[in-house]
């Protein structure tokens, strides 16, 4: 798991629309990057929502915003219609970039142990840099917290 001030691990992802982004081509810009468990849950439709609707914000502050979870794109496709969605949903479907990054965790829900992704945030400087890791995100005021860190890089 990759910690301040490390480099951030590169990747490459299939994202909604079609196409793909690679992290590395995004230096000289900073990034926000939200692993999210599931399309279409409460929690995860919140985060993305209050992303799309900062979406212009971050990019005033120079950042590009990604969506990461284990969803097909044809998933993410119908997530991202569904509700409005305007940042930039990516398919971690092998659940690579997530172990990488430490969000592929165990989960212990109602007694049931399983894996999932633990909601989490990080926050890349222009350099590639990690500048911010947020862990256990809690969906309220969680997107306004990261635009001021953003503002503030």
Same mark, same amino acid.
């Given at each position: 798991m990759p910690d301040l001030s490390d480099t951030a691990p590169d990747f490459t992802l299939p994202r909604d629309g079609g196409g793909e982004v690679t992290?590395?081509?995004?230096?000289?810009? %900073?990034? &926000? $990057?939200?692993?999210?468990?599931?399309?279409?849950?409460?929690?995860?439709?919140?985060?993305?929502?209050?992303?799309?609707? +900062?979406? +212009?914000?971050?990019?005033?502050?120079?950042? !590009?915003?990604?969506?990461?979870? %284990?969803?097909?794109?044809? %998933? !993410?496709?119908?997530? &991202?219609?569904? !509700?409005? $969605?305007?940042?930039?949903?990516?398919?971690?479907? @092998?659940s690579d970039v997530c172990e990488q990054y430490g969000v592929w965790v165990? %989960?212990?829900?109602?007694?049931?142990?399983?894996?999932?992704? @633990?909601?989490?945030?990080?926050l890349i400087d222009a350099d590639g840099k990690i500048a911010r890791i947020w862990r256990k995100v809690k969906v309220p005021g969680h997107v306004e917290e990261v635009l001021e860190a953003v503002e503030t890089l």
């Open positions: 992290l590395s081509d995004l230096r000289g810009s %900073k990034v &926000v $990057l939200f692993f999210y468990p599931r399309d279409d849950t409460p929690g995860c439709t919140k985060e993305s929502i209050g992303f799309s609707e +900062q979406l +212009q914000a971050f990019s005033d502050a120079g950042a !590009h915003v990604l969506g990461i979870s %284990k969803d097909t794109v044809t %998933k !993410h496709d119908k997530f &991202v219609a569904k !509700h409005g $969605l305007t940042t930039t949903m990516l398919s971690d479907a @092998e165990e %989960k212990n829900m109602y007694g049931r142990k399983s894996m999932g992704i @633990e909601r989490a945030t990080y």
